[in-house]
Structure formats: C-alpha cells, structure tokens
C-alpha cells in the first residue's frame, strides 16, 4: 500500500452519502486525537495515520498505516490489528459487523465511540508496538 499524496480534505468532500461524510470526519478527529499523527490518503480511498512496514516469515511484506479506515458507500470500514482481539469490546460496540482485521459501521452516531476510541488506542497500540502475530512491523512515520 502506497501514500497517493491525494488531499484528504478534497477526498472526503467527495464522500457520499452526506452520513458517511460525517462519519469520515469524525474518525478523522477521533484517529489524530488517539495516533497524534496527520491523515494521510492511501491507495486512493484508505485514510490513515502514520506509517509502518511489516514482514511476515513468508517473504510477504509491505507497508501500510498504523490506523486507518475508509469510507464506503455501504459501511465505513476501519482496519484494526483483528477484530478477534477486540471481540469484549466491540460487544459492547453498537452496532457493526467484522472480518479478520475490518470493522463495518453503517453510522457512527448509533455506536458508543467510548468503546470506538478504545479499540483504536488498542490496534495502535498492538500495531506500533510490533505485537501483530507472525509479523515483524518497523514503524515508519
């Protein structure tokens, strides 16, 4: 996954509908207040904030952002370390639905972002502190 150089504000007026718009401006305060970093767009419509690069045993590697999300037509999709991680809290969540490291949000204003914030802080926390299972991760930026 590459930084376009794109500008996040012109992305996210683009975003439709108006709900996912708002949503997507608030992750971003949410995810600068908890990462201390500045949004960056990747690979064209992934919003994230700071950079890592990871290494698996395989020879697969990359980089990608500590914390992220994208704003989908359907759902907001946050990236997190693994939903299986955060299974306690996102119980308590709201409503959403999960894969192996995706959180989908339909709206922001029916989940408790207390909990939100706290599954955020953790996936940084795991992230930059090179605890994701199997990988190596150098935090970058």
């Given at each position: 996954?590459?930084?376009?150089?794109?500008?996040?504000?012109?992305?996210?007026?683009?975003?439709?509908?108006?709900?996912?718009?708002?949503?997507?401006?608030?992750?971003?305060t949410?995810?600068?207040?908890?990462?201390g970093?500045?949004?960056?767009?990747?690979?064209?419509?992934?919003?994230?904030?700071?950079?890592?690069?990871?290494?698996?045993?395989?020879?697969?590697?990359?980089?990608?952002?500590?914390?992220?999300?994208?704003?989908?037509?359907?759902?907001?999709?946050?990236?997190?370390?693994?939903?299986?991680?955060?299974?306690?809290?996102?119980?308590?969540?709201?409503?959403?639905?999960?894969?192996?490291?995706?959180?989908?949000?339909?709206?922001?204003?029916?989940?408790?972002?207390?909990?939100?914030?706290?599954?955020?802080?953790?996936?940084?926390?795991?992230?930059?502190?090179?605890?994701?299972?199997?990988?190596?991760?150098?935090v970058?930026?």
């Amino acid at each position: 996954m590459e930084k376009t150089g794109r500008s996040v504000d012109e992305f996210v007026a683009q975003v439709s509908p108006a709900k996912r718009r708002r949503d997507a401006e608030t992750l971003i305060t949410m995810m600068r207040e908890v990462s201390g970093r500045e949004p960056a767009l990747w690979s064209g419509s992934i919003i994230g904030f700071g950079a890592c690069h990871y290494a698996y045993p395989t020879g697969t590697e990359g980089d990608m952002p500590i914390l992220a999300f994208a704003p989908r037509k359907a759902s907001t999709t946050v990236y997190l370390d693994s939903a299986d991680a955060h299974a306690d809290a996102l119980a308590a969540l709201g409503p959403h639905t999960t894969g192996a490291s995706c959180l989908y949000m339909k709206d922001l204003e029916s989940v408790d972002l207390g909990v939100l914030r706290r599954v955020l802080e953790e996936t940084q926390r795991r992230t930059a502190g090179d605890e994701l299972p199997g990988a190596t991760i150098t935090v970058l930026d």
